[in-house]
């Protein structure tokens, strides 16, 4: 049995923040084994690990595999949680909206979690063509089955997979039940082991530019890289636009299907990724009919609590 690695505690602090809701960052899109409701962890380096405990008043532990931490450890902490984020225009943009506008008002603390560019285009490739549980049910199986662990005081804490790890086991993908998406995640595995791709470089490219490098890869269209760029880089002005939301957008605005996406983009400018990933929280990741009935009864943010949605995902799949 390989022995699991033992993280050594570097930095503690606290994070001081008025703006960002540390429950609801760490809450949305999450499972049981990295958010309990009270703490969490963030994997700021998947390959050599670097985890944060993080507490939702803002506690925060920083382990390594050396015990060596640095202030860049503590920046990357705040740029994963988007704690120094100004969301400021796209509230304003979002206050009066038939659709969105109720839940920038009660959730205007939330902000997405970041993750590694490999993580991002796995939870991409899982999204394609799949219900938000489908695809979520993936992830979740992909990270159990590859069974990745390192120790964070006393807590054993999974990790995604490295891309060697995908590379050198294929067969787990299928077992995790990706059906064809085992193949894109493959590809996209090897691209990483050939160091064909390198995050910190394409920071500082435009959103178009990385799409369409991202695009490159054999099995990622528009959808999967416009959400990954938005989970790795934080960058929210091309939406991923699927069929779920392109007809929410033509009732709600009522605009041709065709016109969707100019109209979304008209709206909401550089902003457009974000309301985008809101949209499915405010309506807890509905498939259509249940949406479009939910928008009909302006329900418009989230209230399920007996079913796995976006913002509870952490209390079902632990």
Same mark, same amino acid.
Request: net charge positive.
């Given at each position: ?138 992830? @979740? +199986?992909?990270? /159990? ?5 390192? #120790?964070?005081?006393?807590?054993? %804490?999974? =990790?995604? *997979? $490295? ?22 995640? @493959? +590809?996209?595995? /090897? ?5 064909? #791709?390198?995050?910190?470089?394409? %920071?500082? =490219?435009? *959103? $178009? ?110």
């Amino acid at each position: 049995m390989k022995l699991m690695n033992k993280l050594k505690p570097c930095i503690h602090g606290k994070i001081e923040t008025e703006e960002v809701d540390l429950y609801l960052t760490l809450a949305v899109y999450n499972f049981g084994f990295w958010f309990n409701g009270v703490k969490g962890f963030i994997i700021l380096d998947d390959i050599e690990p670097v985890v944060v405990e993080v507490s939702v008043s803002g506690e925060y532990t920083i382990y390594s595999l050396t015990g060596n931490c640095s202030k860049e450890h503590i920046t990357r902490l705040e740029w994963s949680l988007g704690i120094k984020e100004d969301l400021t225009m796209f509230h304003k943009l979002g206050i009066k909206d038939p659709l969105l506008g109720e839940f920038v008002s009660k959730y205007s603390g939330w902000r997405p979690r970041s993750s590694s560019l490999w993580w991002a285009l796995v939870i991409g490739v899982c999204q394609q063509n799949a219900s938000f549980i489908q695809g979520w049910r993936m992830l @979740y +199986n992909i990270i /159990k089955l590859y069974n990745r662990r390192v #120790l964070v005081g006393r807590t054993e %804490v999974l =990790l995604p *997979p $490295t891309p060697p790890d995908v590379v050198n086991n294929r067969a787990l993908l299928i077992n995790a039940g990706t059906g064809y998406r085992a193949n894109t995640i @493959y +590809n996209v595995a /090897k691209i990483f082991v050939g160091k064909e #791709l390198d995050q910190e470089a394409m %920071v500082k =490219l435009s *959103p $178009t530019v990385i799409e369409d490098k991202l695009k490159g890869i054999k099995g990622i269209g528009s959808y999967t890289a416009r959400l990954s760029i938005i989970l790795a880089f934080r960058k929210y002005d091309l939406p991923p636009i699927d069929r779920w939301l392109r007809k929410i957008i033509s009732i709600v605005y009522d605009v041709p299907l065709r016109d969707a996406e100019k109209i979304w983009r008209h709206k909401w400018d550089k902003w457009s990724g974000l309301a985008a990933l809101a949209t499915t929280i405010a309506l807890d990741a509905k498939p259509l009919s249940r949406a479009l009935e939910r928008i009909k009864n302006k329900q418009l943010v989230p209230i399920d609590k007996d079913k796995p949605t976006p913002l509870n995902l952490w209390k079902f799949y632990k």
